[in-house]
């Protein structure tokens, strides 16, 4: 899908939590020793979640974007604070945004993805003229389940805007795939997702991305190596490593986003993320793939092209892999302590 009109991203940023849960720490617990597919997870405090996090990167994207007028305000996230009442308004009401669309986006780990498509299709429109869209989750693992090694914390925000001169990238293309495939689900009341682990792979995570991609790559008439850089979704260090294979990227396309490895799978905000940190060292003219995954399933794939304007904006901001460096480690029992799991 392309717009007619062409969409920038004028602004980004992105906030991981300090705190570090070694997952040998959750090897040791409940296998006795070992550790798991990720060296750590990123922890969300006791005062943090998805709404601070979320604040927090939206007024750094916010001012890099040079302080427009936002016309939307869409958080997408799994691990809202209430069950009934908008996370989007108070975000919103903290950046002093009234005159706005405000919406909870819910897609699994693609509901940031899914809310950049829509604001894009806003502005693309001409209904609105610059939108943020957040990916942000503190996601949860069942104790001793497997994904209790991989769910982590984080939020990325993108400030999208009709054609100007503040633009540091723009959205060539992007498309979707979605079916009904139950890989992964929470019912209401419960604390903890779960998952139907033959589903995760083919049937589920490798299937829709590599539609989408494939779907995005046939539209705009490209090959995997006409991009500079690829952001796949990561669940755990493998997967975007196997599916970028799979369409004929390469391990070097990924490796200045793949994040999993020292944060986990911060579930909205893992392929955001990982975009942010791309763009952190892109230059002008780069072309970055980005494919987002969501459990029920469904991928959204985007081309963006680098714009000159990024070596300007990079000035002032603390770069995402620094964020990831300055941090503190956590044992398990900290750890059970500020996420209420003694709790439930």
């Known amino acids: 899908m392309k717009t007619k009109t062409k969409v920038s991203i004028t602004g980004y940023a992105g906030y991981i939590p300090k705190l570090r849960l070694p997952t040998s720490e959750i090897a040791q617990i409940w296998k006795g020793g070992g550790s798991g597919p990720n060296k750590a997870k990123s922890v969300a405090n006791f005062d943090e979640d998805i709404t601070t996090m979320s604040v927090e990167a939206a007024r750094h994207a916010i001012i890099m974007a040079n302080n427009p007028d936002i016309g939307a305000v869409f958080v997408g996230s799994e691990s809202k604070p209430y069950a009934v009442k908008p996370t989007s308004t108070i975000v919103a009401q903290a950046l002093g945004i009234h005159k706005t669309l405000a919406a909870d986006f819910e897609f699994a780990c693609k509901a940031g993805t899914e809310a950049m498509q829509v604001i894009t299709g806003l502005i693309g429109s001409g209904m609105i003229n610059n939108g943020i869209a957040l990916g942000v989750d503190t996601a949860q693992g069942r104790p ?4 209790e090694y991989t769910a982590s914390s ?15 990238a723009y959205v060539e293309a992007s498309t ?13 009341g419960e604390s903890y997702p779960r998952h139907l682990s033959r589903f995760t792979g083919d049937p589920a995570y490798f299937f829709h991305v590599e539609s989408s991609v494939r779907t995005l790559l046939e539209e705009i008439n490209a090959k995997p190596t006409d991009f500079t850089y690829a952001v796949f979704h990561q669940p755990n260090p493998k997967f975007p490593l196997e599916v970028a294979k799979r369409l004929g990227f390469t391990k070097e396309q990924l490796e200045v986003g793949l994040l999993n490895p020292e944060i986990g799978n911060p579930y909205s905000a893992s392929s955001p993320l990982g975009l942010i940190a791309t763009l952190d060292v892109a230059k002008p003219g780069d072309k970055i793939l980005l494919a987002s995954f969501g459990s029920g399933a469904g991928s959204d794939a985007f081309s963006i092209i680098v714009e000159d304007n990024i070596l300007n904006k990079r000035k002032n901001i603390v770069p995402l892999r620094q964020q990831i460096d300055d941090n503190i480690e956590i044992n398990y029992s900290t750890y059970t302590k500020l996420r209420g799991i003694l709790n439930k």
Do not use: C
Not at 144 to 147: R, V
Not at 176 to 188: A, I, K, Y
């Open 144 to 147: 001793g389940d497997s994904l």
């Open 154 to 168: 984080g939020a990325a925000a993108f400030v999208l805007s009709s054609e100007n001169n503040h633009g540091l």
């Open 176 to 188: 979707s795939f979605v079916s009904d495939t139950g890989d992964f689900w929470r019912r209401q």
